[in-house]
């Protein structure tokens, strides 16, 4: 699609609305993204506190018209979002297109993408790591763009917001935030850990997927890409009562690590548990792409694991249903996730829970000619059970198999 300056976005109710805000709040290093016409970047560079500005927008026409205006202090850079950035930044200003798309038409200076809010969620995925601790992101949004979902996309990387300023019109209403980082995300980036992106939650927790160089405390150190270390960060989620579910999971994640089980334990809070990041496939998805030998090998991995969870007398409570708790590598290895539920028995039920589950894995295993006796099996899980015994649970592995 060719871009003409007639895809510049010109000066509107909303954007009068935000340099009301630039106004206001700018200084120090700012960053105008999506610049368009220029208004916001303009009205910052006039502001004495304002000491540099650097205005972005993925519109070629858009950034060669800005540069002809000569600005000092200024500078204008072309690139998609965040791409053309270096550095961080005191505020950071954004007036993203926020309409959902219309069927059949494309407009980059009007669509936010399909439901209006994607290009707003992209922005927050990243920018984080170009804003200051204390800095703050004047942003804009509609009604149109589903306000509620605005605010779960701010929360979801660990920001807060604040409304400063709205404006009714008449098929919409418009909303300034301020938004600046929680005192968690400022925590967490404080102890070395980047790029923070939201990956998952579950009933308790906030699943983020960040990195940390493991070099960071050697002042002398030249960091590379090499030795950073992709890590998932546990939150405890605010709506979950369970107040203990952090410290608990840290407290026996290290307890498995010790026993070779579980994600490597990298640092652990009150507040969050950091681990080294598994990537792969989750077991039964990874069971129905791979070979009955293959998925034989893992299991018996599995049940070892287990073995040596109930050793310990550790019951980790998830293995009869573990269908988001073990996540298998490409290298083949299974490794079990989320250790909240954990506590401490004469009676640990590892090995049987994850028996009954192989058990309901029968017509999956089948399918990969791996034939399993479920009488045969629960039978030896019962007599395991007994006393935990290293013959017997010899005698379930022999029975799994293909």
């Known amino acids: 699609m060719m871009i003409t300056s007639s895809d510049i976005y010109e000066p509107q109710e909303d954007s009068y609305l935000l340099q009301k805000s630039v106004r206001q709040l700018a200084f120090g290093r700012v960053l105008d993204m999506g610049t368009g016409s220029g208004i916001q970047a303009l009205t910052a560079a006039e502001i004495p506190r304002v000491r540099e500005v650097v205005a972005v927008d993925i519109n070629p026409v858009a950034v060669e018209e800005l540069k002809q205006k000569q600005i000092r202090k200024m500078t204008v850079r072309q690139g998609d979002l965040f791409e053309p950035v270096d550095g961080q930044f005191t505020v950071i200003i954004f007036n993203p297109p926020y309409l959902p798309q219309d069927k059949g038409i494309e407009d980059c200076v009007l669509y936010g993408g399909k439901k209006g809010w994607e290009i707003a969620e992209r922005f927050f995925r990243d920018a984080s790591r170009y804003l200051l601790p204390d800095g703050k992101i004047l942003f804009l949004f509609s009604t149109l763009t589903n306000k509620q979902k605005i ?74 890409r090499s030795n950073y270390v992709d890590v998932a960060v546990k939150v405890k989620k605010e709506t979950s009562e369970a107040k203990e579910t952090i410290p608990r999971e840290s407290s026996w994640l290290e307890r498995a690590n010790h026993r070779g089980i579980g994600p490597k334990l990298l640092l652990a809070t009150e507040e969050f548990v950091v681990t080294k990041f598994i990537s792969g496939d989750y077991l039964l998805e990874w069971l129905e792409t791979h070979s009955g030998p293959e998925g034989v090998a893992v299991l018996h991995q599995l049940l070892d694991q287990c073995f040596l969870l109930d050793q310990g007398k550790i019951s980790k409570e998830e293995m009869h249903h573990p269908y988001k708790h073990i996540i298998v590598t490409p290298f083949r290895k299974p490794v079990m996730i989320d250790f909240e539920r954990c506590h401490a028995t004469e009676k640990p039920q590892n090995v049987t829970q994850f028996i009954e589950y192989i058990c309901r894995l029968k017509p999956v295993l089948e399918k990969k000619g791996v034939t399993i006796d479920i009488a045969l099996l629960r039978e030896a899980a019962k007599e395991y059970k007994e006393g935990y015994a290293s013959d017997s649970f010899k005698k379930i592995i022999k029975l799994v198999s293909s």
């Open 151 to 224: 605010e779960e996309i701010v929360g979801r990387y660990l920001f807060s917001f604040q409304e400063i300023d709205r404006q009714k019109l008449a098929f919409e209403e418009l909303f300034v935030y301020e938004i600046t980082k929680t005192p968690l995300l400022r925590r967490l980036e404080a102890r070395g850990i980047e790029h923070l992106t939201y990956h998952a939650q579950g009933k308790r927790g906030m699943i983020y997927k960040g990195r940390i160089n493991l070099n960071q405390k050697i002042k002398s150190f030249i960091p590379s």
